[in-house]
């Protein structure tokens, strides 16, 4: 049975930082591309950043230079350190795995609450 468990979602003001955690169980994390992801409310859910196998990673425009992605292949963990957080960060942010060939392997999260106070 493949999970995927979010942790390290909060309250946090203005230009503050978090760290998201992303436990994974049941799959090959080694070859699964793991990514995060956001929805605010009454918005489509969006790609925040993803981390491939071989640790190449991806960002959204609006997070570039405040979050970075990384992820522990001993522990099976994927991290979202989130610093300089602004309001707009305010969102649900929910985990992904990927398969990097059988991409119809797609898991999720429960996802985590973020909010950003003003």
């Known amino acids: 049975q493949v999970q995927l468990v979010e942790s390290g979602g909060g309250f946090v003001q203005a230009g503050g930082s978090l760290r998201l955690s992303c436990a994974a169980s049941?799959?090959?994390?080694?070859?699964?591309?793991m990514g995060w992801y956001r929805q605010a409310p009454g918005q489509q859910r969006e790609l925040v950043a993803a981390?491939?196998?071989?640790?190449?990673?991806n960002y959204s425009d609006s997070v570039k230079g405040r979050f970075t992605i990384s992820r522990d292949s001993a522990g099976n963990t994927v991290y979202l350190q989130m610093s300089s957080l602004k309001p707009e960060d305010t969102a649900v942010y929910s985990c992904?795995?990927?398969?990097?060939?059988?991409?119809?392997?797609?898991?999720w999260g429960q996802g985590t609450q973020v909010t950003v106070s003003s």
């Open positions: 992904n795995a990927r398969h990097h060939i059988i991409t119809k392997n797609n898991y």
């Open positions: 049941g799959i090959n994390f080694r070859v699964y591309v």
């Open positions: 981390i491939s196998s071989s640790e190449s990673t």
